[in-house]
């Protein structure tokens, strides 16, 4: 099977969302819709982030427009995971704040010999679907981390960091309180 194409080709160009999906079969753009490889948006104490336990709330935001594929979320949002598991126990509250609605498509060319013979080259150049991400503007939410003691948001700040060089994006975090 082919490996997916490098983030670049996707991330920062400029885009139209391209989401249509019908059930009148004429105006269905979208022939098939890929599943979204995040299995999971809320993670964590949720009771207790409900009800309000947790005044500390790091929210980590895009400096950029960009847009991010669903793999790429949930690789960061499994690290995450595995971190604040391994850190603070189950004093905790993870969420992911962006859903990938974006379809991304792929115009698959052939190589080897003859295969100018057997392609249509960018006559016909559509594409199938490959894989979903989220379309994120400046100032937008990802992620949202709830913390209950000082202790904990230096862990969560450190983990932040950690995370910085696996968005597609320059992220920032800036400190919320809890208001639930």
Same mark, same amino acid.
């Given at each position: ?9 996707y ?9 249509r ?6 105006k ?5 819709? +890929?599943?979204?490889? *995040?299995v ?45 598991q391994?850190a603070?126990g ?12 974006? *379809? ?6 052939l ?10 080259g ?12 989220? *379309? ?8 949202l ?22 968005? +597609? ?7 919320a309180?809890n208001?639930s």
């Amino acid at each position: 099977m082919a490996g997916l194409r490098k983030a670049s080709a996707y991330s920062k160009k400029k885009i139209t969302p391209y989401t249509r999906a019908s059930k009148v079969r004429s105006k269905s753009y979208v022939k098939t819709v +890929p599943n979204s490889q *995040i299995v999971k948006f809320k993670m964590g104490d949720l009771k207790g982030f409900d009800s309000g336990k947790y005044k500390t709330v790091l929210n980590v935001i895009s400096k950029e427009n960009v847009q991010i594929r669903d793999n790429s979320i949930e690789a960061v949002r499994q690290f995450m995971n595995r971190f604040l598991q391994q850190a603070l126990g189950k004093e905790w509250y993870l969420e992911i704040k962006v859903y990938p609605h974006h *379809i991304l498509r792929e115009n698959k060319m052939l190589t080897g010999a003859g295969a100018d013979r057997m392609q249509t080259g960018m006559a016909r150049s559509f594409g199938k679907t490959i894989g979903r991400s989220a *379309i994120l503007k400046v100032g937008k939410v990802i992620f949202l981390v709830g913390v209950k003691t000082p202790k904990a948001e230096v862990a969560a700040r450190k983990l932040i960091c950690s995370v910085k060089s696996r968005m +597609p994006c320059g992220v920032r975090v800036e400190v919320a309180g809890n208001k639930s």
